[in-house]
């Protein structure tokens, strides 16, 4: 589904991510695990538009979209759910998913993906009048993972959505992960949570200083000695 091949990204004159590589197959959930600073970030933002490479290729479906804005990744069937949330504080929840539904393919279906973000994430049918900016830390990342799937990804961009979030509502996000895998999603999950992050992949990257150190299935990373010490802390 998603092939990414030598990518190189820069800021500016500062380079980030070095000849880095990954894919994901239809239905599969894989991980970028790494330390803070590894280029995580990066690799995600890259992959949806958002950075453009400088070397390398991104296909999806066999389509060059190395340098389609994220508007169009969007059209193409891919939706990110950011770091940060990045909400708009000072709309209700109903506004905010109705934001993710902008493409013509998701607002045909816009009724029926409503009542699946609201399945998933019932606290957002009940809220729906709500203040984004007034909702709860965890309420917020439900909110900010409904909206893309609102816009009915193939493929979803999942950046570090344990981030500051109570344990128990980490629980029910990464549920939420495995559901919307199940449902046929791919996903790309990006997570400073590793141990969480490789329970509920089939594949995973190690990322660190910018480059893809090590790969392979989830419980190799899980056992490498490398994950552990780096990432795992144990």
């Known amino acids: 589904m998603l092939q990414v091949t030598d ?18 197959g239809s239905g599969e959930v894989v991980s970028i695990v790494g330390s803070n600073g590894a280029g995580k970030s990066t690799l995600v933002n890259a992959i949806m538009g958002i950075l453009r490479p400088r070397r390398g290729r991104i296909v999806l ?47 045909a279906h816009y009724e029926e993906s409503l009542q699946w973000v609201h399945t998933l994430f019932p606290r957002l049918a009940d809220r729906r009048s709500q203040l984004a900016g007034s909702l709860s830390g965890g309420e917020q990342q439900m909110l900010a993972i409904g909206r893309g799937l609102m816009a009915r990804p193939r493929l979803l961009l999942m950046d570090e959505p344990s981030l500051g979030l109570a344990p128990v509502v980490v629980d029910e996000v990464f549920d939420v992960i495995e559901t ?19 329970d ?33 802390g144990l």
Not at 85 to 107: C, I, K, Q, T
Not at 202 to 231: F, N
Request: charged content about 25%; aromatic content about 6%; proline content about 3%.
């Open 7 to 24: 990518l190189d990204v820069f800021y500016g004159d500062a380079q980030a991510l070095w000849g880095a590589s990954v894919t994901v």
């Open 180 to 198: 919307v895998r199940d449902e046929g999603v791919s996903v790309l999950l990006v997570e400073q949570n590793a141990q969480m992050a490789l």
């Open 61 to 107: 479906d066999d389509q060059d979209v190395t340098e389609t804005p994220g508007h169009r990744m969007c059209r193409a069937g891919v939706a990110i759910v950011p770091e940060g949330r990045r909400l708009f504080p000072s709309m209700s929840v109903e506004d905010n998913l109705d934001l993710g539904a902008f493409n013509r393919v998701a607002r």
């Open 200 to 232: 509920v992949s089939s594949r995973a990257y190690l990322l660190a200083e910018g480059r893809v150190v090590m790969d392979g299935t989830a419980e190799e990373l899980a056992k490498s000695r490398e994950v552990r010490d780096s990432v795992l």
